[in-house]
């Protein structure tokens, strides 16, 4: 069950010393004046986050802000639900609700923009009014659709095709499109319509038929180890799809890994790697993925936009009790 729509208008402050100097007096001011309690505002978060990447610029845009249930069982499907909660409330989180990220990510490489992933759309796992909002957000962010050059899709989910149409047209008209050649031939099956029109495996397939397969003369096809764009080289994830890709970021010596759905929470995703996934479409390959895919970027100390940890949903990986733990950004990558 979704909750309503948060509201997500994003507020500039800009205080100066001189400003806060005076604020006190200001405030008395205003205390004296004041003759009942201010009408509240409503929850605000920012809309976006961006950073510097060697010569490349990137931006995270937030595509859903649903709060569902979970995480038990879209992780440790294969556990008992007390123990999944039980690490909720050692993590002073939420035993049965959780707010899961749905972020693309824009690259800007100086001579084109690459988008990784388009979202729910209007048809996504989490549609509209409470998810879908890369198409609206994508102006407050600076960019406007007829500018992305090229769109990498990780794999071929909803929640990461759903963005790519709008009204039935291509959200992106001037773009081309990347996605694995596994990725897209299994999809492409046939056989995948046969599954029962409530399983996922069907809502996915009849999505991407209306949102992938009528682009393909657009779309290159790519192997793991293949370059998408100078700096940018595809890493082999399958597990949670047949054909799922992550992507190393390279610029000028400094690096960024996009892993797209190799964590579906950032505690519990985490902590035990070898827990089921309810999502992956092979249990035992998507936890083999996790553990190798986290002890890289925990080695190499990379930086990781993970589409479904919490927005900006950018962070470190660090290993921790036989498993690893998220370290959200603070400012590392502002310097």
């Known amino acids: 069950m979704l909750l309503p729509r948060s509201n997500l208008s994003r507020r500039k402050v800009l205080a100066s010393a001189a400003t806060l100097t005076v604020a006190p007096a200001i405030l008395g001011l205003f205390a004296s004046a004041a003759h009942g309690a201010a009408m509240p505002l409503g929850p605000s978060m920012p809309t976006h986050y961006r950073f510097k990447l060697g010569e490349f610029e990137v931006t995270n845009i937030l595509d859903a802000g649903a709060v569902i249930d979970g995480p038990w069982p879209i992780v440790g ?31 800007n490489t100086g001579k084109e923009l690459i988008l990784f992933d388009a979202g729910n759309g209007a048809d996504g796992f989490v549609p509209r009014p409470h998810g879908g909002w890369l198409a609206n957000l994508l102006d407050p962010a600076g960019f406007a659709p007829e500018q992305i050059d090229l769109v990498v899709l990780t794999h071929a989910h909803p929640d990461h095709i759903g963005g790519l149409m709008e009204g039935g047209e291509p959200l992106f008209p001037n773009a081309r499109y990347v996605i694995g050649d596994a990725e897209f031939d299994f999809w492409s099956s046939e056989d995948r319509l046969a599954a029962a029109p409530d399983d996922n495996e069907y809502v996915s397939a009849k999505l991407f038929a209306t949102n992938v397969a009528p682009l393909a003369e657009r779309i290159s096809f790519i192997k793991p180890g293949d370059e998408v764009a100078p700096g940018i080289h595809a890493v082999e994830a399958y597990g949670h799809t047949p054909g799922h890709l992550a992507f190393h970021i390279e610029s000028q010596g400094k690096q960024l890994f996009v892993w797209g759905d190799c964590a579906h929470h950032e505690v519990a995703s985490l902590a035990h790697p070898e827990w089921h996934a309810f999502f992956d479409m092979d249990k035992a390959k998507g936890a083999e993925t996790r553990r190798r895919i986290y002890d890289m970027v925990a080695t190499d100390r990379l930086p990781v936009a993970g589409y479904h940890t919490s927005f900006p949903s950018l962070g470190f990986v660090e290993k921790k009790d036989g498993g690893y733990r998220w370290l959200p950004i603070s400012y590392q990558l502002n310097l």
């Open 77 to 107: 499907q294969d556990r008992p639900q007390a123990e999944i909660e039980e690490l909720m409330r050692q993590s002073l989180l939420p035993e049965r609700r959780f707010q899961p990220g749905f972020t693309p990510t824009i690259v």
